[in-house]
């Protein structure tokens, strides 16, 4: 017996840019062609790792690819992780407090040096996430599909505190 796919992993990828976007929209969120250009599809599923060091970050997706950024590097490329994210469901582990905006800090330009003492505020100082978007003045991507599996795994998330 299959499982009926639960509507909110289908998404609508958009013919014209690539991008997915929500089942129920007109028209496609990043270039705003319609949603007659577009097919359903259902959300693939990605392990996002970071990587952290004072000269070297890599965001890792299991499938599609990685991304470096080191001194003298091209810039990241963030039109293609954004376009991953848009069409994922990403897995991490403790991603909530870290990942997600450590790489959303990423995407945003932050240097190498940056980016690694950003990791480090949010591991010596405990930052929450929501202290960290607000401390680098940055949006809390909530468009992300997401899970954390600090969450769903009860043993592990007694750790946190
Ligand atoms: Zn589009």
Request: net charge negative; charged share 20%; hydrophobic share 35%.
């Amino acid at each position: 017996m299959t499982l009926p796919i639960p509507p909110s992993n289908m998404i609508r990828i958009c013919e014209q840019c690539e991008h997915g976007y929500h089942i129920n929209a007109a028209v496609c969120p990043h270039c705003g062609c319609s949603s007659m250009m577009s097919y359903s599809d259902r959300r693939a599923v990605e392990v996002l790792d970071l990587e952290v060091y004072r000269d070297y970050f890599l965001c890792k997706f299991e499938h599609s690819g990685e991304f470096q950024l080191f001194p003298g590097s091209t810039p990241l490329d963030v039109a293609a992780i954004v376009k991953i994210l848009s069409k994922t469901t990403i897995v991490t582990f403790n991603g909530n407090s870290f990942d997600i905006p450590v790489l959303t800090y990423a995407c945003s330009g932050a240097t190498n040096e940056q980016i690694k003492q950003a990791c480090d505020a949010i591991i010596q100082q405990n930052l929450r996430s929501w202290q960290f978007y607000d401390a680098y003045g940055l949006q809390r991507p909530d468009w992300i599909d997401h899970i954390d599996l600090i969450e769903v795994s009860p043993g592990q998330a007694s750790l946190k505190a």
